[in-house]
């Protein structure tokens, strides 16, 4: 039966796993509270880093004796394996927990169980509390071990009329310094930072993310879709500041002295979901999409985009380059229809989070 703190006390377990965002990758974000069996707070927790003990073991150690009869929020299903800590399940019974509410099931074969087995101890176990907020912090880890494929946020910044260069091509700067510095911040949060060759041929980026809570944990790699190994040899992306992946086509051939990722060729480009599975298996669970349009519209075209993040300055171009090139729409029917998640003012800068809308069934 749903007890009345039911969903403030979940909430505060959603918001303990944000702690981890960007530091926890290849591993999840999660987050655990533990209420004492008369309902009072006794212990909360959060995964902190990969290898790192497990939200519910951090939440248990806080609670101490008082765990016992209590009752463990969860964000995700407790794991029922060993792997770099022992089972969450095996802790939660030792501590005499009676009961646990988690709010989405784990999809990692490997880990998955902990409700059953809890169940099979007599606990009493219930799923899907706050689960929207629950999946929505850990989307990209989600999305990934369901999927296969790194998690993309598609960034862009442009004036109202969705233009991120002038005519001219310049494009420096359209939106503010509290806008960039957000940017670098949520650079931070990812695995990898992906641009065009089109971008680095033009800017010469450097794609690192320079967010001074960043300086512990090792740099994003930086990803250039380049099919032709165009990049050249001077480019600052190859500076060596962080590691560097240039996707290039398996027919080219190149000398440049750089981490190469072939992948196979297709008519229109390089097969983006081989990049992103490929990714995947080097532990890049989310990745930053950034510069050009061209590359943008391809990534959507194949359906590659699971979250946009948008910054847009209260300013008008009229003319220059759209913030989006071809994605594949002809007719309004083919719409890329999406929900807004989030809405805030970033200095003097609108900052829209959303996300593509459910196919209707
Ligand atoms: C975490 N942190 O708080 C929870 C996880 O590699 P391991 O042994 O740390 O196990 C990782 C798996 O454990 C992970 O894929 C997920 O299925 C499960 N739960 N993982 O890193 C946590 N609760
Ligand atoms: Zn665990």
Redesign the pocket.
């Known amino acids: 039966m749903a007890e009345p703190l039911d969903d403030a006390t979940m909430a505060r377990a959603v918001e303990l796993a944000a702690h981890?965002l960007g530091t926890?990758s290849?591993?999840?974000?999660?987050g655990?509270v533990i209420l004492d069996a008369s309902g009072v707070p006794a212990g909360e927790g959060?995964?902190a880093y990969?290898?790192?003990?497990?939200?519910?073991?951090?939440a248990l150690r806080a609670a101490g004796e008082r765990a016992r009869g209590g009752t463990a929020y969860?964000t995700?299903?407790?794991?029922d394996?060993?792997?770099?800590?022992g089972p969450?399940t095996e802790a939660l019974l030792a501590a005499g927990i009676a009961r646990v509410v988690y709010a989405v099931a784990?999809?990692?074969p490997?880990?998955?169980g902990g409700a059953e087995r809890l169940r099979g101890h007599g606990v009493e176990v219930e799923q899907g509390l706050l689960a929207e907020a629950a999946e929505r912090v850990n989307a990209a880890?989600l999305t990934s071990?369901r999927l296969g494929r790194t998690h993309v946020t598609w960034k862009f910044a442009a004036t109202l009329d969705g233009r991120s260069a002038a005519a001219d091509g310049t494009s420096k700067w359209i939106t503010s310094p509290e806008a960039r510095q957000d940017v670098h911040r949520l650079r931070a949060q990812a695995d990898a930072i992906i641009a065009g060759i089109g971008t680095v041929l033009a800017d010469d980026p450097l794609l690192t993310a320079r967010a001074p809570e960043s300086g512990a944990r090792t740099p994003p790699l930086r990803v250039v879709v380049d099919t032709g190994a165009r990049t050249p040899a001077t480019a600052r992306v190859l500076d060596g500041s962080a590691p560097t992946l240039l996707a290039v086509a398996d027919t080219t051939e190149t000398t440049l002295d750089a981490g190469l990722l072939r992948l196979p060729y297709r008519p229109d480009g390089l097969d983006l979901h081989a990049l992103l599975r490929e990714l995947h298996g080097r532990g890049v669970v989310s990745a930053f999409l950034e510069g050009g349009p061209t590359l943008a519209g391809a990534f959507l075209r194949e359906g590659l985009i699971d979250r946009v993040v948008g910054y847009v300055a209260p300013a008008l171009l009229g003319s220059g380059r759209a913030a989006l090139g071809q994605a594949g729409v002809s007719t309004i029917a083919g719409i890329h229809s999406l929900v807004y998640e989030e809405v805030s003012l970033i200095g003097p800068d609108l900052r829209l989070i959303a996300r593509p809308a459910p196919k209707e069934k």
């Not at 290849?26 to 999660?30: G, L, R, S, Y």
């Not at 790192?52 to 951090?58: C, D, I, L, R």
């Not at 394996?81 to 800590?85: K, P």
């Open positions: 981890g926890t290849p591993n999840p974000v999660v655990c959060f995964h990969r290898g790192g003990p497990h939200a519910e073991v951090v969860v995700l299903e407790p794991c394996h060993t792997g770099s800590t969450c784990d999809p990692n490997v880990a998955a880890w071990v």
